[in-house]
């Protein structure tokens, strides 16, 4: 099966900064990389995704790159606020031919005010 | 909306008790999943329906029973519950044909005592 590696565990950042998050994948006939954030005794929910068709994806202070060639995938957060706090997961396809998600183990983000 | 939804929200139990997550959505997705999340570990599949009818493990399946009981309907069993199974317990859904996201309910805390 599928299998993500995702650093750093934790990231600990000054308001204002920019935070970035990489995962690498081991299946390369993945094709959907999707980015879920969670915050603190809630449920992931997704904030950005990216498809193998393409290289780069911005929605305003989130943008995630996408390497096929050397398989892996970033999550990037520009002007980080108090609120972005949170954990991070990126995750992959898995399975015979269906979306199976795979995730990485997280990314704890602290934005310091 | 209400998306998908999981119960109960906590519970306690006593090694060697039983129990039955309950998972159900209404979106009309085809697949849905059980994952476990502990500390440091992510989000780990435990077993997964990619359509109505069919069920297959994952990567964390000991211990634990699947039911697919209709498209909506998706249920976790612990037939003899141990202290390694205290978790926080996610359902989710997605569809298959395109890749998509996966929704997720709102989580189980269940603690083996």
């Known amino acids: 099966g599928e299998n993500v590696e995702q650093h750093p565990s934790t990231l600990s950042v000054q308001e204002g900064d920019s935070a970035v998050i990489k995962c690498t994948y081991s299946?390369?006939?993945?094709?959907?990389f999707p980015w879920y954030k969670q915050e603190l005794g809630k449920r992931p929910q997704l904030i950005i995704d990216i498809r193998s068709n393409v290289g780069e994806k911005k929605d305003q202070r989130i943008a995630v790159t996408l390497n096929k060639t050397a398989k892996h995938f970033s999550l990037h957060i520009t002007e980080t606020q108090p609120e972005d706090s949170a954990v991070y997961f990126c995750a992959a396809k898995w399975g015979r031919g269906s979306y199976i998600p795979t995730f990485g183990r997280g990314t704890s983000l602290i934005v310091h005010p | 909306n209400a998306g998908v939804t999981q119960t109960p929200k906590f519970q306690v139990l006593k090694t060697g008790q039983s129990m039955t997550l309950q998972c159900a959505q209404d979106m009309n997705h085809n697949s849905m999943y059980w994952y476990r999340q502990d500390p440091g570990m992510g989000l780990r599949l435990i077993y997964y329906s990619a359509s109505e009818g069919t069920t297959d493990k994952g990567e964390v399946p000991n211990g634990y029973n699947v039911s697919r009981l209709n498209k909506r309907e998706f249920s976790l069993r612990l037939e003899s519950a141990a202290p390694s199974q205290t978790s926080v317990y996610f359902c989710?859904?997605?569809?298959?044909?395109?890749?998509?996201?996966?929704?997720f309910g709102q989580g189980t805390r269940l603690t083996v005592v």
């Open positions: 989710a859904s997605s569809e298959v044909q395109f890749n998509t996201e996966a929704f």
């Open positions: 299946d390369s006939a993945s094709n959907y």
